[in-house]
């Protein structure tokens, strides 16, 4: 079992940046991490994800404004949001995969207000 807590989030500005944190209970060395999202009215998507050795991958539609990285010495992933649109309005999820677990947080509000 992987708990996985999100931090960072709030409003701000179109334009502006934030940087969210997920904190994991145990090490995430050997786990694939991931940022989702889920906007009002809408299905959750990938944001961004990065394998246990360090590959990223983005999704279209932030692709050169965010950045995702990790730690793994703090047992921490990172999202790194620059430019943000009012379309990036979400709530934005922590996943951790390994094998067949799939462990999820439980969520930060990122409100982005013109």
């Known amino acids: 079992q992987v708990q996985l807590v999100e931090s960072g989030g709030g409003l701000v500005q179109t334009g502006g940046s934030l940087t969210l944190s997920c904190a994991a209970s145990?090490?995430?060395?050997?786990?694939?991490m991931g940022w989702y999202r889920r906007a009002p009215g809408k299905q959750r998507e990938l944001v961004a994800i990065?394998?246990?050795?360090?590959?990223?991958n983005y999704a279209d539609s932030i692709q050169g404004r965010f950045t995702i990285s990790r730690d793994n010495s703090k047992n921490t992933l990172y999202l790194r949001m620059n430019n943000l649109k009012e379309e990036d309005t979400a709530v934005y999820y922590c996943?951790?995969?390994?094998?067949?677990?799939?462990?999820w947080g439980q969520g930060t509000q990122v409100t982005v207000s013109s």
């Open positions: 145990k090490s995430i060395a050997n786990f694939n």
């Open positions: 996943r951790a995969t390994q094998d067949t677990s799939i462990y």
């Open positions: 990065i394998t246990y050795n360090g590959n990223p």
